[in-house]
């Protein structure tokens, strides 16, 4: 009696679990979408530029919660080398993945940076131990399908940048799966976010030294909106697999594309292009539709 008790309050707090995961993965996906936004509606500001002020505004976000706690910036004994491994994964994903964009096309590099969810199933089994079932598997594969249909790549794609964005899926999800590791490490989710974003930080910095673009008012706002809406995202996703594996949570990672087309469709006037006309018109809409739905991918 007391041991079926024990298994129903078990199973319901598994349930619980994986409902919170899945709202934060699904808030950490439009919050990714209203980052590409901003980041699009910025203008002609270099991609490192960009992508050093949004994580330089997700690590002030970061900074105040860690400030009144108790531990401040304290790691956890033993999560030192799973941080140093989601930041350097994350940091060259995204690099990789900007790499990409520039060089395929912002439709190719998205499709790429979208096998992301695979190869977070596949090392969360070697890291974690955890083994996806089949309905996980399949489910993520009709997900990356229907994701295909919206960002509707062109399938001419040179090996070198190929392969680079393809590291960029690569690094991406090796990062979900040590952000996994650490929740279950019990790490803080301001300690991770803080680590990886100064860290990026740290990386783009030389770039922005070098190349810097001046901005207008207007650039400013974009950009801080677009780090605001990235914390939400960075917060979000980390809280999102602490809860809950890679294999359970993969499938919701493609909201982020049906977000990103919303706000292309209601904000910037852009108009879906059916499957079949694709083909056809595919160079007069490369950077029409798809851009909202594949520009930046968040890591």
Known sequence: ?????????????????????ILCIMLAAFGFSLMTFFVRISGDVPTMQKAFFRNAFAAIVAFFPLMKSEEK?????GCFGDIACRCIFGTSGLICNF?????????????????SPFF??????????????????????????????IIRPGGSMSVVPALVGLYGGFGAGTAYVFVRKLGGKGERTPV?????????????????????????????????????????????????????PAKELSVFDYMQVIFAALLG????????????QHHRIRDNHRHGNCQMAAHVKTY
Request: hydrophobic share 50%.
């Open 1 to 21: 009696m007391n041991e079926n008790i024990t298994d129903q309050k078990k199973d319901n707090g598994n349930r619980s679990s994986k409902v919170k995961a």
């Open 73 to 77: 910036f304290r790691i956890k004994k």
């Open 99 to 115: 790499y990409a964009i520039d060089r395929l096309g912002i439709a190719d590099s998205n499709m790429l940076n979208k096998l």
């Open 120 to 149: 977070a199933i596949i090392l969360s089994i070697f890291i974690l131990k955890e083994i996806p079932t089949a309905v996980d598997i399949i489910a993520t594969i009709i997900a990356f399908i229907g994701a295909l249909f």
């Open 192 to 244: 991770i976010v803080m680590c990886f974003s100064l860290f990026s930080c740290l990386v783009t910095a030389p770039y922005l030294i070098l190349h810097f673009h001046p901005m207008t008012v207007r650039q400013w706002a974009c950009l801080i909106l677009a780090g605001l809406s990235a914390s939400l995202g960075q917060f979000s996703i980390t809280t999102a697999y602490k809860y809950a």
């Open 265 to 276: 469709i209601i904000f910037l006037n852009e108009t879906p292009v059916p499957l079949s």
